[in-house]
């Protein structure tokens, strides 16, 4: 029994049963009755795919991160998931494991899909080649990047002021007498560059001096943090304190300086950028940069939403992050 043996039965069309099945207001209550006498009669499930081919919308939602196992992600998935449940969608979560032919298959399989919307958590998912894919692919479906840009049609952003994040680390860094400020980038994406910006802008700001060992390239994780902290060494570079761009790269410099007998806050003083919960869980806890990824995840589910519903909306959304101040610094 499908829902054109339910229609052929009930006399209707097609069209009305559907109705029926979404709950629709515009059809009378007697051949509502009908159908629905039929419907428990046969005891139907409406197919989803069936059901969407009708509605012209399969309610479901593809998100793409790199990584679910990474806290930051999968806090985010989490509640863009959560929400759009509430609004009655299902979500497709994919993995890339950070690779471009990955991300460009996935965003290729939503297409097929008839997906209602997309969203990319990560600015990751900023590079020419997927860029292309997007165009090619799903030009036409709602996109929102969580913090990130794409200059493409129909992509709209949720974006956190990284630079600024890491700008007003130095600006407390300043304030508390150091002058021998070092940055620790390990990773290379949008949202990476955006903070490497801000650590030279706050530096200028305030007219310390940069040199070639002030901004220092790394891996991200705990080895990250270990081998900045042996390159700084090597470099024989000055510094009485080092911002990362991740917390848990941090936090492997604060294990390797607490190895050396070098103290923190009282010898290097560490910032972290993401507020994750390792920041609180580490000795001493981690000074460290919000990032608002509740905030950002919450919007990005309003913005996509509004999209779906083709309300009017602003391309982008700016979130400021803000310093949380514990013990590390």
């Given at each position: 029994m499908n829902i054109y043996d339910i229609a052929k039965e009930a006399d209707v069309s097609i069209t009305t049963v559907s109705r029926v099945?979404?709950?629709?207001?515009?059809?009378?209550?007697?051949?509502?009755?009908?159908?629905?006498?039929?419907?428990k009669k046969y005891n139907y499930t409406p197919n989803a795919i069936a059901r969407g081919l009708v509605a012209k919308s399969m309610k479901s939602i593809g998100v793409l991160t790199t990584n679910?196992?990474?806290?930051?992600?999968?806090?985010?998935?989490?509640?863009?998931?959560?929400?759009?449940?509430?609004?009655?969608?299902?979500?497709?979560?994919?993995?890339?494991?950070d690779k471009t032919e990955e991300s460009i298959k996935y965003i290729k399989m939503l297409s097929e899909r008839n997906i209602d919307g997309i969203i990319l958590m990560g600015s990751v998912?900023?590079?020419?080649?997927?860029?292309?894919?997007?165009?090619?692919y799903i030009k036409n479906i709602p996109?929102?990047?969580?913090?990130?840009?794409?200059d493409i049609e129909n992509t709209y952003s949720?974006?956190?002021?990284?630079?600024?994040?890491?700008?007003i680390c130095v600006d407390h860094l300043f304030e508390k007498g150091h002058s021998e400020i070092v940055y620790v980038k390990d990773s290379d994406?949008?949202?990476?560059?955006?903070?490497?910006?801000?650590?030279?802008?706050?530096?200028?700001?305030?007219?310390?001096?940069?040199?070639?060992?002030?901004?220092?390239?790394?891996?991200?994780?705990?080895?990250?943090?270990?081998?900045?902290?042996?390159?700084?060494?090597?470099?024989?570079?000055?510094?009485t304190a080092i911002i990362f761009g991740?917390?848990?790269?941090?936090?492997?410099?604060?294990?390797?300086?607490?190895?050396?007998?070098?103290?923190?806050?009282?010898?290097?003083?560490?910032?972290?950028?993401?507020?994750?919960?390792?920041?609180?869980?580490?000795?001493?806890?981690?000074?460290?940069?919000?990032?608002?990824?509740e905030t950002t995840s919450y919007l990005s589910v309003k913005l996509l939403n509004d999209l779906i519903e083709k309300k009017n909306v602003t391309?982008?959304?700016?979130?400021?992050?803000?310093?949380?101040?514990?013990?590390?610094?």
């Open positions: 099945l979404n709950n629709k207001n515009n059809i009378s209550q007697k051949t509502k009755d009908k159908v629905e006498l039929i419907l679910i196992t990474d806290m930051h992600h999968s806090n985010s998935a989490y509640i863009i998931e959560q929400e759009f449940n509430k609004l009655g969608y299902s979500v497709i979560l994919c993995n890339t494991g998912f900023n590079n020419d080649d997927i860029r292309s894919s997007i165009s090619s996109l929102v990047l969580q913090n990130g840009s794409l949720v974006l956190v002021d990284d630079s600024y994040g890491i700008s994406t949008y949202s990476a560059r955006q903070k490497k910006d801000g650590f030279i802008i706050g530096m200028n700001k305030h007219g310390l001096k940069i040199d070639d060992n002030s901004i220092i390239n790394v891996n991200y994780g705990l080895d990250g943090g270990k081998e900045a902290v042996e390159k700084l060494i090597k470099s024989n570079k000055k510094f991740e917390d848990l790269t941090a936090i492997g410099a604060m294990k390797h300086l607490r190895e050396l007998d070098i103290n923190v806050p009282k010898d290097v003083a560490i910032i972290g950028f993401n507020n994750s919960i390792l920041a609180k869980c580490c000795y001493p806890e981690l000074t460290s940069v919000d990032n608002k990824f391309s982008n959304i700016l979130v400021r992050p803000e310093l949380v101040i514990r013990q590390s610094t």
